[in-house]
């Protein structure tokens, strides 16, 4: 059988990258095999959990990166097409900057791998190989996905979780997000009795999380179509699933969905909260957030035995000294689970990467640091230590033990999945600090 090998490149010291707590399945990658012919021998690495031989044989190489792991994907193609093998590389990173993964891969494939892995086959087995593979203007839809083989990912040391979507795509374009342009400008949804029947075919992974089956759906906004999120919730409400997921804010505005969200076996939300600062929060066009509604929707999700993973970015051009004490004090008082701090980083393929370059203010363009734990760009506010030395006093001081128990103690959340989560938050952010010095 011809062989396929699909790698997924990780880096050190990065707090995104590392860690218990990051050993989560690769969905893409998982995709791209279940729509690849039975005539192929498929083997998938990420090295994130396991090390990459890079002398084992194969016929073909897929490799798909992030910005932050982009550099190790072209030093792990340059190895293969030394020893004559064809590479194809994939991913937000290379689908924004094609020239420049070519330089480095035989073929670059730019968006959805449903319709273009196959095409792309199609012309190797007729050694037609096209440089670029992309979408035309039009999105494919999301009906008819082969299913996933979890199969293959159930030796592996991930942790016990199934990756799930129900929508692919984001019509809010945020200034420093890469979403629109990567999945398009308006929601796409699976159709619903082809969710479910993925659903019913997973079976718990052996492990700490076997009550259950834990399952995350990774779609942008899991409510983004109300009518689909309200039917779906009643539909998987008799599964006895745990689930994660991610939400805008405004959920919390919708007490009907936030219901059928906990009856539903609904774990935790992730949100974008972003910033505490409302000019801020207008400079990137994200204007369903609403910062002084913030304490109001920590309140309303955590009265349905709801988490809340928030995400906060560091950098905006209206922040000031003050704005890393004001966003742990925040999250501290609102008891926020899990919390992400950021700095702000214009990744390839955003509005804010467009307009920092036109501005001068991009520092370096070493991918490696474009993790969003260091500071790549010229903020308008701070010098670059500064910002630096803010986002990380502030990981710091949400993390230290007597925050956790503030946020955690007495809530309603399944703190069975919180507190290590954060103990293992914990150590990636004592790790960081000591790789930065």
Known sequence: MKRLLLIAPNVKNSLMTG?????????????????????????????????????????????????????????????????????VMGGMHVSCLPQEALQHCDAVVSGEAEVLWPALLNDLERNALKPHYRHGEIWPPLAGL?????????????????????????PIDCEFCAVTSAFGGRFRNRPQDEVMAELKTLRPFTGLLTLKNLVFFVDDNIVSNRAYAREFFARIADMNLNWFGQASVNIAKDAEILKLCEKS????????????????????????????EYLDVARKIHDHGIGIDGSFVFGFDTDDAGAFDRTVEFVIKARLEVVYFSILTPYPGTRLHKRLKAEGRILTEDWNLYDANHVVYRPKTFTPEELHEGYTRALKEVYTIPSIFKRLWGTTAWKNFFYPMNFAFRGGVRRLARNHG
Request: proline share 8%.
């Open 19 to 87: 860690g218990m707590m990051f050993r989560l399945p690769n969905l893409g990658l998982l995709r791209v095999a279940a729509l690849t012919p039975p005539d192929w021998e498929v083997k998938i690495v990420d090295e994130k959990i396991e090390p990459l031989d890079l002398n084992q044989p194969a016929d073909l190489i897929g490799i798909t990166t992030m910005t932050t792991t982009v550099k190790r994907g072209y030093e792990i193609a340059d190895h293969f097409r030394g020893r004559g093998i064809q590479v």
């Open 265 to 292: 076996g609904c774990t935790g939300l992730f949100m974008g909260f972003e910033t505490l600062s409302t000019e801020a929060i207008k400079s990137i066009g994200k204007g369903v957030n609403k910062p002084g």
């Open 146 to 170: 082969p299913p996933n083989d979890w199969e293959l990912f159930r030796p592996k040391k991930y942790l016990p979780i199934h990756f799930m979507e129900t929508t692919r795509g984001c």
